[in-house]
């Protein structure tokens, strides 16, 4: 079967660091996204990690262990505008993405 | 290119009537995706095409959901005979082969009272 896991929410202040983890269980799998939701709207991509290891895009990073079915991704110097679902998605060969249920992530002053 | 275009942006329908959605993809890409994401949830797979092809379809498409693109360009979702369940976000994507990289359409809320 294929299953993803992700904390439901998370909390954070201006300015700090946040870790949003992800643990996968998929067959054949093919890389894993990084999405942001923001309420009401659709979601935009983030990040794509094929290869294990971290990648990094400004201020966002995405790590990637395969072996370990594990991946996060990484916000820092957290803006009030990161106020956000981060989700989590898993690409099998052959098939479209699978998604995990989201983090809420909540950014405060 | 407008990205990914669906309409309409909010439907609200009594139960028990057919609703269709429509989804015009980004020209270039071939593949297009459906899915449906409820409040709290992330996006729940329902079906995809690779051209004209309907290459997949989760079990959660229900013999009342049918999904067609019969050019290969634009897509239709039609749900029969609608239910208070299928009240959701439903969320259109398109990308190229390969699956690198989806991109989403705004998507269509519909409410079934």
């Known amino acids: 079967g294929q299953n993803i896991d992700q904390p439901t929410e998370m909390t954070a202040t201006e300015g700090a660091i946040v870790q949003i983890n992800c643990t996968y269980q998929?067959?054949?799998?093919?890389?894993l996204f990084w999405y942001q939701q923001h309420a009401g709207e659709a979601p935009t991509f983030l990040s794509y990690?094929?290869?294990?290891g971290l990648e990094e895009k400004g201020r966002f990073s995405s790590f990637l262990s395969r072996s370990k079915g594990y991946s996060y991704l990484l916000l820092k110097e957290l803006q009030m505008k990161d106020s956000a679902s981060y989700l989590c998605?898993?690409?099998?060969?052959?098939?479209?993405?699978?998604f995990g249920k989201g983090t809420t992530l909540s950014v405060s002053s | 290119d407008t990205g990914v275009s669906q309409n309409p942006r909010h439907k609200i329908t009594k139960r028990g009537q057919n609703v269709t959605f429509r989804c015009d993809p980004i020209?270039?890409?071939?593949?297009l995706y459906w899915y449906r994401q409820t409040l709290g949830q992330g996006p729940e797979f329902l079906t995809y095409?690779?051209?004209?092809?309907?290459?997949?379809k989760s079990r959660l498409l229900s013999d009342r959901f049918s999904a067609e693109r019969p050019k290969g360009s634009f897509s239709t979702l039609e749900i029969q005979r609608t239910e208070q369940g299928d009240s959701a976000m439903y969320l259109c994507?398109?990308?190229?082969?390969?699956?690198?990289?989806?991109?989403f359409g705004s998507g269509t809320r519909l409410t079934v009272v």
């Open positions: 994507a398109s990308s190229l082969p390969g699956n690198y990289g989806y991109t």
């Open positions: 998929t067959s054949g799998f093919n890389g």
């Open positions: 990690n094929v290869l294990d």
């Open positions: 998605a898993a690409n099998q060969a052959g098939t479209a993405l699978i």
């Open positions: 020209s270039e890409h071939n593949r």
């Open positions: 095409f690779q051209n004209e092809a309907q290459l997949e």
